[in-house]
């Protein structure tokens, strides 16, 4: 990935985060939907990180796993927290360890790219 590309994903997955943080439980349609676009994009980032092919379908955590299994598992296990008990705190604590990729990125980020 370039710089741009890291860049860029750490602000989408600082967004998609603090969007997860920021839903109510009672809102499960939304938790569930914003808590896949953390998943999807955390693996892309850890993956990436690793050098390691990504995937999607049944491939994401397969190949999530294969990159990191320590991370990987707390990505996933984080995500099914959230699906089984619309409990997003243990999927959040995993993406924060994500420190590894430059950790969360809000002010000063520019999408010069899409201007």
Do not use: F
């Not at 008990?85 to 520019?110: F, M, T």
């Amino acid at each position: 990935m370039t710089a741009d590309q890291w860049r860029h994903g750490r602000y989408v997955l600082t967004c998609y985060l603090d969007d997860l943080m920021d839903t109510p439980a009672a809102s499960r349609h939304e938790q569930l939907v914003i808590a896949d676009q953390v998943l999807r994009q955390a693996a892309e980032l850890t993956t990436a990180h690793h050098g390691a092919w990504t995937g999607i379908g049944k491939w994401l955590p397969r190949r999530l796993l294969e990159a990191d299994p320590e991370l990987g598992k707390a990505l996933l296990d984080g995500y099914q927290n959230v699906a089984e008990q619309a409990d997003a705190a243990p999927l959040a604590a995993a993406v924060k360890r994500l420190d590894l990729i430059g950790g969360p990125l809000r002010e000063g980020y520019s999408n010069s790219w899409q201007a």
